[in-house]
């Protein structure tokens, strides 16, 4: 299985940016997909989940009403449309797999079963 994220880089607060995670080797529609994000020293956070097909969507208070999380089964790919970015938000954004619901997900990175290696965002004040 490999999850390979894309859509990092450099953006000033305020702007947006729109993450993409392509999935392989996998049945892309019997997984639960998810982001996290993680900064040195720190554990990995949840970010947004997404049940199998769309219909269930989760997001902590953080990013709640300026992320967006969606999904193509078609393509087997997960993405994060990012806006009304802040410093704050600057980590290294995973994306997950996880057989469970989108709301298992949510209950942290323990468990997880597939996880791409990271895409950085850097958001500059």
């Known amino acids: 299985v490999t999850l390979v994220e894309s859509g990092g880089g450099l953006v000033q607060a305020g702007g947006s940016l729109r993450l993409s995670c392509a999935a392989s080797g996998l049945t892309f529609s019997s997984y639960a997909m998810g982001w996290f994000r993680q900064t040195p020293g720190k554990e990995r956070e949840f970010v947004a989940a997404?049940?199998?097909?769309?219909?269930?969507?989760y997001y902590p208070r953080s990013v709640k009403d300026r992320f967006t999380i969606s999904r193509n089964n078609t393509k087997s790919t997960v993405y994060l449309q990012m806006n009304s970015l802040r410093p704050e938000d600057s980590a290294v954004y995973y994306c997950?797999?996880?057989?469970?619901?989108?709301?298992?997900?949510?209950?942290?990175?323990?468990?997880?079963?597939?996880w791409g290696k990271g895409t950085l965002v850097t958001v500059s004040s």
């Open positions: 997404i049940n199998w097909n769309g219909g269930a969507t």
């Open positions: 997950a797999a996880d057989q469970g619901t989108g709301g298992s997900i949510t209950r942290g990175p323990r468990g997880i079963d597939y």
